[in-house]
C-alpha cells in the first residue's frame, strides 16, 4: 500500500469543523494550523455559517472545487459513512475517519460497518480509523488529530492502537527536550490502514530512525511477518504489548495447543523477525531514548563509573542479570587512572568507585581515561548527591566529552532536589541520560540483542522464509501433503502420517488376542512397550495403559490380560500396542496452528513432565537450521544435545529437520490444527518418534 | 541492645570539627545546628581556635567538662581508635565513627581494624560505623550525618548500608511533600551496630510505621531472622537488596549445594520471616509512599476505572501477572454508574472506561459510586492527557473523596507537561499517586503477601521456629545425632544414616560376587536397581552404573559381569549394590548449610533433570507443616502431589517429616555441609529414600 500521499497531502479538508472549543472539529482545525501546515485548509461545515479560525467555512466538499488531497472526516459514524460517495465522486483516495460507533459497539455499529466495508471496497478508499485520533506528519506540518497540543518534531516515528496512549506520550514529549515525533498514527479500528502498512511506510521515511508501536493485536499476521522482517533490518522497531497476560485456548487438545498461548506467540513473532519488545513502559521510553539519541551501545561490555558504592553494586546485578559484560580497565588504561588521580583513593575494579567526595575534576580525568578503552560498547556514569557532589559541572563535563567521542556515555544522575535541569541539559545536548537504573541493563541487552541478529540485515537470512538444509522438493518430503487428507487421526494413523513424511518412528504392532503376540515379538524383540490400543482414551498412562520394559513372553501375556482382559465395553480399545521399546530421553515436538500468524512449531521436554515443567521453545514455520539452534538453546533440555550422562552428542541437524518435516506437514494439510509428537526418543544412537497425537478441525472432545 | 539512648542523646559532642565548608567535621556540624537539636551541642578540634558556625570550639573532650550523651568522631580512622581511651574515660558509651581506612581496605587498614575491636569490646562501646555517614533523628532533630541537606521530617525508618543511596533517598524526598524519615541510619562497616539491631530499634519507635533497608549482606544471620520474626508481624520491612547475581558456590558437591546461590537464600529469609523484597528501586519507592501514606490495600481485588484503553489493558495485564483479581462491578453500584452517567457512553467492565472525553464529573460519580462496592481492596484511577480531560479539577475530586473514604484510591495521572503540579497536590493529601503503572501491580502484590502472612503477627505461628507435628524429643528422632561422627560418607552408610533417623529407605545389599546375587534376591525380589558401589564415582549414572529394571537372575549375572567384571582398577568400586526397584515420580530432598542463615533445606524435581530443571524449592529451618505446604506449593512438581496419572494424593504430612529430620540431622552433625536424597521416590504407596549423599567438612573432592 502507497500511503506517502496520505501522509503528505498536498491540501487537506476538514469536514464537521467546529466553533465549539471542546469538540473534535474545532481541535482538529486548530491543531492543523498550530502545528504549521503549508497546504490548503478547507473547513467544511453544512450548519455553520462564518469563518472559524480565520478561514472560510465551506457548506460542502463540492463547493471546495479544488483538488483535495485528504479528507478528514470530523462527524458521527451514521453521517461519515454516507459522506464517501460524496468524497468518491471527487476523486478523493485518503481519509482520516475518527469516529466510534463501529464494530467495537454493539449491533448498530455491525449495521454501520458493513456499510463501511461496502463502501471501502468499491471505491477503493485508503482510511485511517474509524475510531482512531488522526495523524502528524511533523516535518510537513499536518496535524489532523484531536490532541491537546501539538506534536513535538522529532525522529520517532510512533504507531498506536490506543489514542490515549498517544495521548499520554505526546504530552510527556512535550515536557522533554529533543524527543518527538517524524509521523504519530493513531490506527483506530485498522479498518484499512493497520499497523504493518503504518511499519513499511515508516521505514522509508528518511526522518524516522526509529519505529515505536503499541500494539494490542496484529490484524494480517502473514502482512506483519513480511513487513517486519523487511523493516527490523533497516530500523529498529520497539513495541509495547497490552494483553500479556491473555491465557492460551482453553480447547486445546495437545500438549502442544495447551502450552501455546497467543502471548507466546506474540513474543516468538517479535524475536523471530526482529520486533524489540519492551516489557513495561519506562523500558519502552529508555529504548526510544536511546535510538532516537542515536546513543546506541557498540558491543555488549560496559565500563561503570561510579560514585556511590550501592548504587553501583544494584546497577552491576542488572547488567549481570541481563549478561552485559562488565569489563576491567587495561593496565594502559589503569595506568593512566592512576596517574591522573595523584594518589587520590579510587577503586579500580568495576565499577570503578570513586568514593563520595569525587570532584567534577575527577570524573573527567576518569572518564577521560575510560574513553580510551578498546572493544567496549558504552560507559554508564553514575552519580549520587553527596555532600561535595559538583552536579551541575559533572554534568557539563560529561556533555563535552561525549561530543569528542562516538562511545556512548550513559549518565544516571540519582535524586530529585539537586538534579533540576540537569535531565534537560543531557537532552539538550542528545545524552541519553537517566535518573535511575532500573531499566537501562535490560535495554541496552535489547539493543545488542537486535543490533547483533538483525540490524543491516546481517543474519536476516537465518530466519528467512524458507528452509535451509531441506530439500522441499524431495519425494520423501513431497509426500507431506495426503492426498485424501484423514478427518480424524488415532495413534496408528498418526504414526503411519510421521513414517510417510520421512519422520523416523518405531513401527507399532497391534495384538488383537494373545496369539498375536509371538508373531509381533518375532519383529520388534525385547525389551516391548505395551500400550492400550483406543481411540476413546486420550491419555494413556493415566488409565495404566501403558507398560514399559517388558522383556519375557511371560510378561507380555499377564500385561495383555490386564490391560486388554480388563476393559469391560468395546469400541473403548482395539487391543494392544506393542513396540520395541528404545532408550534415550524423552522430547516433544509439536506444532499449533496460530489464527493470526500461522504454523507455531514447539520443541523441549517431552514424557510425563511436558506439561508441568514446561520447558519448551516456540518458533513460527518457516526457519532455518541457525534459528533452530537458537531455538532449542531457550530450553534447560539443551544441555542434554551435547551429551549427557555417557551419551554422545545429538544430531541437531536431524531434530531440525524431523521439526521442520512437521511445520510442512501442517502447512500441506490445513486440515491439521495441532500435532504432538511425544516423546520423541532422542540419543545419539537414534532419534525417533515413540508416541504421536494428530487433532484435526473435525476433532470431537471426549466428553 | 538498647539503643534508646544512643539514638536520642542528652547531649552531642562533634570531634574533628571544621571551619572549611567542604570537609566532614563542617558538614556534620551545620547538619546538627540546621536539622534543630535542642539538646547541647559541643564541637571539639585541638588545633583550631576560635568559633565555628557560632559556637565554641573546644580543644578536647576532657575540656567540656560536661556529660556527652554520644560522641561523632569526624577524624581520620588512625586518630579514631586513639580517642577511645579518653571517650572511656569520659564515661562516653555512644559513638558514630565516619572513618572509612579500616577493614576494607587493605593490609594498614586490618591493623587498625584489630585495634578499633579490642579497644570496642574492652570498653563495651556502642559504635555506628566506622565507614558509614552517620544518623538522623527527625524527632529529635539529631542529625550526625554529612548529608549534602537536612533529612526531612516523616515516619520512615531507614537503614542503608550505602551511605551514597542514603544521600540519593534524600536528596529524593527533599523533592517530594509528606514523605520523610523519623531515622535514617547508615551502617558502614557494622562493626557494632547493625541491620538487625537497627530494626530492633525502629520496630519500638512510635514515629516509625514502615521500615526501609538497603542491604548488601546481613552481618549474622540468627539475629537477623530473630529480629525479623518480631518485627515484621508489626510494622512493613522494605528491602533493596544489592548483590542478587551473585552465584552458588562453585565448591559445592552435592546437587542441593550447587543449586543453592547466596540470593536464593536471602530471599527465601525475606519470605519467610516476612521481609518485602523491592525488585527495583521504582517499586522500593512506590512501596515506601503506599505504606508511609498509610494506604494499604484491604485485600487483594482491584477496581480500576479509566480514561484511556490501551494503559487500561497494560495495567490489567500488570494485576493479572501478579494475581490480584480486576473484580466487575455489582449489578446495584453498576445502576448507580449508569444512572449517574445520564446515557453517556461508558465500558462498564472492569477497567472501567469512562473512553477519551471523561469530565471531572464524570470521574467524581463514577468514583463516588465505586466507593460502595462491597469487598474490594482498592481502586486505580487512570488518567491520561486528552483534548477536554479537566486534569487539575479531576485530581482535587480525587482528593476529596479519599478524604471521605477509607479504601485506598491510587490515581495513576500519566504523561508530563499537563501534569505539572498534581503529584504534589497528591502527596500533600496523603494520597499515592503515581506517573505509570510500571511499579504499582507488583508493589500491591507484594503489600497483600505481607498483609495475609505477617501483618498483626497473624500467621507468624505458621513459620515459628519450632517443628509442628514433628516431635524433637522421639526416640527414632532424637538418634539423628550420631555417636561417632563420621568423616567420610559412602553410599552405603548414607543410607544406614538416612534410616538411622527414621527417613524410610529401601535396603541396599551388596553384591561382591555373583554368588552373592542369588542370596540378595531372596530379600528384594525382582525388578532391582543395580548400582556400582564406588566410593570414587560421583556420578554413578554418567559412567553407565546404574542399571534398572532387571527381571531375572540371568540379566543380574550378565550385569554384575558388565558392570564390576569391567573396572580395572581397585578400590574403584567395591562391587555392586542391589536395591528392589518400587515405582513412584523421583523427587529431591536436600540441605546445606548456609554461613550466615544456617541450614537451607530443598525440595523439588529429583533424577537425572534434577539440575537442568531446577523445579526446586528453598526454606530455612526449621519450619512447620504449613509453611511446608507452601514451599511445595512453589514447585512446578505440586501438582503430581496431588495425585497424578493413576497415582493418589501423596502424604504430605510424611513428606514434611522427611524434610525436618534431614535438617536436624544437619543441626545435630555440625560437620555435615551438604545432604541430597536423590531421588525420593514418591507415590501414593510408598516415599522411600532410593539414593543419598552426605558431604562433610572432610570431603576431599575427586578431581
Not at 541539559?425 to 541520560?433: H, Q, R, S, T, V
Request: glycine share 10%; charged share 25%.
Amino acid at each position: 500500500m502507497d500511503l506517502q500521499k496520505f501522509f503528505n497531502p498536498s491540501s487537506i479538508a476538514v469536514v464537521g469543523v467546529s466553533h465549539e472549543k471542546h469538540k473534535v472539529g474545532y481541535l482538529a482545525a486548530k491543531n492543523l494550523i498550530d502545528q504549521g501546515y503549508k497546504g490548503e485548509i478547507y473547513f467544511v461545515n453544512n450548519k455553520f455559517k462564518g469563518e472559524i479560525l480565520g478561514k472560510k467555512v465551506y457548506s460542502s466538499l463540492k463547493e471546495i472545487d479544488k483538488p483535495i488531497g485528504l479528507v478528514v472526516l470530523a462527524v458521527p459514524a451514521a453521517i461519515a459513512v454516507y459522506l464517501f460517495d460524496e468524497v468518491h465522486d471527487l476523486g478523493i483516495k485518503n481519509i482520516v475517519l475518527y469516529a466510534a460507533g463501529f464494530k467495537e459497539t454493539g449491533k448498530e455499529g455491525q449495521v454501520l460497518e458493513k456499510l463501511l466495508d461496502e463502501k471501502i471496497k468499491k471505491y477503493n478508499l485508503n482510511i485511517l480509523g474509524p475510531n482512531c485520533i488522526g495523524y502528524v506528519n511533523t516535518t510537513k506540518g499536518v496535524n489532523v488529530t484531536f490532541l491537546k497540543d501539538v506534536c513535538p518534531a522529532g525522529n520517532i516515528g510512533f504507531i498506536s492502537q490506543s489514542g490515549a496512549l498517544g495521548s499520554m506520550l505526546n504530552d510527556y514529549f512535550n515536557a522533554h527536550e529533543n524527543l518527538g515525533f517524524s509521523y504519530f498514527i493513531s490506527l483506530g479500528n485498522k479498518t484499512v490502514i493497520d499497523e504493518a502498512d503504518a511499519l513499511e511506510f515508516l521505514v522509508r521515511d528518511e526522518k524516522t530512525k526509529v519505529i515505536a508501536v503499541y500494539l494490542e493485536d496484529v490484524k494480517d499476521g502473514e502482512k506483519f511477518k513480511r513487513v517486519s522482517a523487511e523493516v527490523s533490518g533497516r530500523k529498529p522497531i520497539v513495541v509495547l504489548k497490552a494483553g500479556s497476560t491473555k491465557e492460551g485456548s482453553k480447547a486445546a487438545v495437545s500438549h502442544t495447543g495447551g502450552m501455546v498461548g497467543d502471548d507466546q506467540v506474540y513474543g516468538t513473532v517479535f524475536k523471530q523477525y526482529g520486533v524489540i519488545r519492551a516489557a513495561q513502559l519506562g523500558e519502552f521510553l529508555t529504548l526510544l531514548k536511546v535510538f532516537s539519541f542515536q546513543r546506541e551501545p557498540v558491543n555488549r561490555s560496559v565500563l561503570v563509573l561510579s560514585n556511590a558504592g550501592g548504587a553501583g553494586v544494584m546497577l552491576t546485578d542488572g547488567l549481570i542479570r541481563e549478561r552485559l559484560p562488565l569489563v576491567t580497565v587495561s593496565p594502559e588504561v589503569k595506568e593512566m587512572i592512576v596517574k591522573s588521580m595523584k594518589g587520590k583513593k579510587i577503586t579500580l575494579h568495576n565499577p570503578i568507585d570513586l568514593l563520595g567526595d569525587a570532584s567534577a575534576f575527577d570524573y573527567e580525568k576518569v572518564i577521560g581515561a575510560m574513553l580510551e578503552e578498546k572493544n567496549i560498547g558504552a560507559i554508564i556514569v553514575l552519580l549520587t548527591p553527596q555532600a561535595n557532589t559538583e552536579i551541575a559541572k559533572t554534568a557539563e563535563i560529561i556533555v563535552e566529552m561525549q561530543k569528542k567521542f562516538a562511545l556512548p556515555v550513559y549518565p544516571i544522575f540519582m535524586g530529585k532536589k539537586s538534579m533540576a535541569g540537569v535531565g534537560r541539559l543531557f537532552e539538550k545536548n542528545k545524552i541519553a541520560g537517566f535518573a535511575n537504573f532500573d531499566h537501562l541493563p535490560k535495554a541496552l541487552a535489547k539493543i545488542n540483542w537486535w543490533r547483533e541478529n538483525f540490524r543491516e540485515g546481517g543474519r536476516m537470512d537465518n530466519i528467512l522464509l524458507k528452509l535451509d538444509s531441506f530439500d522441499a522438493d524431495r519425494p520423501e518430503n513431497k509426500r507431506a501433503r495426503h492426498d485424501g487428507p484423514l478427518r480424524h487421526y488415532n495413534l496408528s494413523n498418526s504414526m503411519e502420517t510421521l513414517a510417510s513424511i520421512g519422520i523416523p518412528t518405531i513401527p507399532l504392532y497391534l495384538a488383537k488376542s494373545v496369539d498375536d503376540l509371538r508373531t509381533i515379538v518375532k519383529k520388534t524383540g525385547f525389551p516391548v512397550v505395551a500400550k492400550i490400543a483406543s481411540d476413546k482414551i486420550t491419555h494413556k498412562t493415566d488409565v495404566g495403559g501403558v507398560v514399559t520394559g517388558i522383556k519375557t513372553m511371560d510378561e507380555m501375556e499377564i500385561i495383555f490380560k490386564k490391560i486388554v482382559g480388563a476393559r469391560r465395553a468395546s469400541p473403548v480399545h482395539q487391543g494392544m500396542y506393542i513396540q520395541s521399546q528404545i532408550n534415550g530421553f524423552e522430547m516433544l515436538v509439536g506444532a499449533k496452528r496460530d489464527p493470526v500468524f500461522g504454523i507455531v512449531l514447539v520443541i523441549g521436554l517431552g514424557g510425563i513432565y511436558t506439561e508441568l515443567l514446561k520447558d519448551i521453545a516456540y518458533r513460527i514455520y518457516p526457519f532455518g537450521f541457525e534459528e533452530f539452534r537458537k531455538m532449542i538453546k531457550e530450553t534447560k533440555q539443551y544441555k542434554l544435545i551435547g551429551g549427557f550422562r555417557g551419551s554422545g552428542p545429538i544430531d541437531e541437524k536431524r531434530l531440525y529437520h524431523i521439526t521442520a518435516k512437521l511445520g510442512q506437514l501442517m502447512e500441506n494439510n490445513p486440515q491439521i490444527r495441532e500435532v504432538d509428537i511425544n516423546p520423541l526418543m532422542v540419543s545419539d544412537k537414534i532419534i525417533s518418534a515413540v508416541d504421536c497425537r494428530i487433532i484435526t478441525e473435525n476433532h470431537i472432545p471426549n466428553k
